[in-house]
């Protein structure tokens, strides 16, 4: 399966799930090329659209043509192939340069540098070398229930990066005009671990009005590496208090896909899409219990996490 990346949108992530569940049965795997710049946006997406995966789907591509006599492309066609042969991957991956990731743990970091994907808060499933080092441990488990799809996604959402010095009069009448034309989710980029100015007080209560009508507010960090920890700072107290859920640790392109399939699923109501955007489905995100204590946290928190930690479920 072949993609031009620049037009590539949910309609295009469907016909590809509806290709494989086509062809489910007559292969043991498949590979999908396509260009980079929305490979990790894909690869979320088909996570999270092919429920109880049991072959291996790997997406690849190249950061050099193949027409050209120096590329990348060879070797990642060779070694997705490979892997998509493999009987103990059941889940959708990206393999690049040198790493297979977890499809909705990728994202793209470098436009011009071979290693252009990272999987910034999991580990690779495996890398190569002069070797081949699987992590298996990491590997999801073979699926409980039967092959099926999922394809509609409700984009109806925006995305918000906040910067310093932002006009929050500017950003609500954005939201209130958005709300307008039927918005179903916003997420925000917000700093550190989930934090904004604590003097706009506006821009919160815009989000709370956005909440009771009905759009579901997601907060996601700006920061390569680390998590959304809200009700850590007093900011994160008052998203808590306007009904904003947290991405936890998932990157941009998972939070987005996740939570556009979630809005397509006709039989949840938004209380449920907020409830499981928070729900760990495809290896998206680390479950609560598993991230660190946050930052100048007290000792009494820490043992409650070294504790949760140590528990065996």
Request: overall charge neutral; aromatic content about 8%.
């Amino acid at each position: 399966l072949h993609f031009c990346f620049g037009n590539i949108n949910q309609g295009d992530w469907a016909m590809l799930a509806r290709d494989i569940n086509t062809n489910y049965f007559h292969f043991d795997g498949f590979v999908v090329l396509m260009g980079t710049d929305t490979m990790a946006c894909a690869a979320s997406a088909l996570s999270f659209m092919l429920q109880n995966l049991g072959r291996p789907v790997i997406f690849t591509g190249s950061q050099i043509p193949l027409r050209e006599p120096y590329n990348d492309a060879r070797k990642n066609l060779i070694m997705a192939t490979i892997f998509a042969s493999s009987d103990t991957i059941t889940e959708v991956c990206i393999f690049f340069h040198d790493r297979l990731v977890r499809g909705c743990r990728a994202t793209k970091v470098n436009t011009s540098k071979l290693m252009a994907f990272d999987s910034p808060n999991f580990s690779p499933l495996a890398e190569i070398g002069i070797n081949l080092e699987d992590n298996y441990h990491l590997y999801r488990p073979p699926p409980r229930g039967s092959f099926k799809i999922n394809t509609y996604m409700d984009t109806r959402m925006i995305t918000l990066r906040l910067v310093p010095g932002f006009d929050d009069a500017s950003i609500k009448a954005m939201i209130d005009a958005a709300r307008q034309t039927h918005l179903k989710g916003l997420i925000l980029q917000l700093y550190g671990t989930g934090n904004l100015p604590s003097l706009k007080g506006d821009l919160v209560q815009c989000l709370a009005d956005a909440t009771a009508a009905g759009v579901v507010v997601v907060a996601t960090t700006q920061c390569q590496t680390g998590s959304v920890i809200m009700g850590h700072y007093a900011t994160g107290q008052k998203l808590l208090g306007a009904g904003v859920v947290s991405a936890s640790d998932m990157t941009i392109e998972a939070t987005t896909t996740k939570l556009a399939y979630l809005l397509g699923r006709q039989d949840l109501s938004n209380s449920e899409v907020r409830d499981l955007m928070t729900v760990d489905f495809r290896g998206e995100m680390t479950p609560e219990s598993d991230l660190p204590p946050p930052p100048l946290a007290s000792t009494y928190q820490k043992a409650i996490a070294k504790k949760n930690r140590s528990r065996i479920y």
